[in-house]
């Protein structure tokens, strides 16, 4: 082989292992509500290079589908994650994506989950009061919904 041959195949072969991406997307993403909280969940992926994944989640409260351009709510290494800044009432929609640390690749987006936190029910109770000696001498407050 010519030298400027090795010299590309050299590059070549660095390109393919040093810019290679994580070894898939996170998948089987869930978000599950835990009141007052939604607690986000994954399954994880492994490094082509070596290195530690890293993922970062999405979170957004418009139902068009995420992109990485909405709100980053956690940069971690475990496969789940608690976002306890969730508000009462808002359907959140999340995705994930696997970071490389070895070669700053990211893989694609996971597939979408969504989950709210239900709004609290402030209605106050209905009472009655029932008569329970049939002379109004003792009257029994009863709460009923």
Do not use: C, Q
Not at 5 to 22: D, G, H, K, R
């Amino acid at each position: 082989m010519k030298p400027n041959a090795l010299l590309l195949l050299a590059i070549l072969i660095f390109a393919a292992t040093a810019f290679a991406a994580p070894a898939g997307a996170p998948s089987g993403l869930t978000a599950t509500v835990s009141t007052p909280n939604i607690n986000v969940s994954w399954t994880g992926t492994t490094s082509n290079s070596g290195g530690t994944i890293y993922y970062k989640l999405f979170r957004t409260d418009t139902n068009i589908g995420i992109t990485v351009s909405d709100t980053n709510i956690a940069f971690t290494t475990s496969t789940s994650f608690p976002d306890t800044n969730a508000t009462a009432g808002t359907t959140y929609y999340y995705a994930a994506l696997a970071f490389d640390t070895n070669d700053s690749a990211s893989s694609a987006l996971s597939n979408e989950a969504s989950a709210t936190v239900p709004v609290a029910d402030t209605t106050p109770p209905s009472t009655s009061i029932i008569d329970i000696n049939g002379d109004s001498s003792a009257p029994y407050w009863a709460t009923t919904s």
